[in-house]
């Protein structure tokens, strides 16, 4: 039998083949997965900055005017927009798969103003009087730590 210098390299290239074809649904799934993770870190440090902010809000509101907190809070990438007014603080954040809002609702007028850059930030709350001498709770970022 007489064997063909190419044929070796088209056996090795079929094998190859048939490996790639193999492996690429692992790499596909895998990156899946990795997309899932990084879905639900985001989801959860949002959840975890809005239940900060809004037990300190509670109880600084509580407290009455003057009390003042200043916390830490972290946010993740792809924040569209920090909206803090009336009632109610909503996060809006960007996904693969569509848009998220995170909502917290208070029985009591809050207002402020939060980048809406990522990383670690310091948050003052703090209870002030409105026109009408009604406790409000301001919300409002002193300076982002990186």
Known sequence: MVK???QAA???MI???IGLVLITPIIIEGNKKISDLRSTTAALKITETLNAISDTSRLVYSQGVPARIIIDVELPEYINS???TNKHIIITHETERGISDF???FDF???GDISILSGLKKVKVEAIYDISDKVWVNISE???IY
């Open 10 to 12: 088209l056996e090795y």
């Open 15 to 17: 094998i190859l083949m």
């Open 109 to 111: 007028n809050v207002t």
């Open 4 to 6: 063909r210098k190419g």
């Open 82 to 84: 920090i909206n803090i």
């Open 142 to 144: 002193i300076k982002r």
């Open 103 to 105: 909502v917290e609702t």
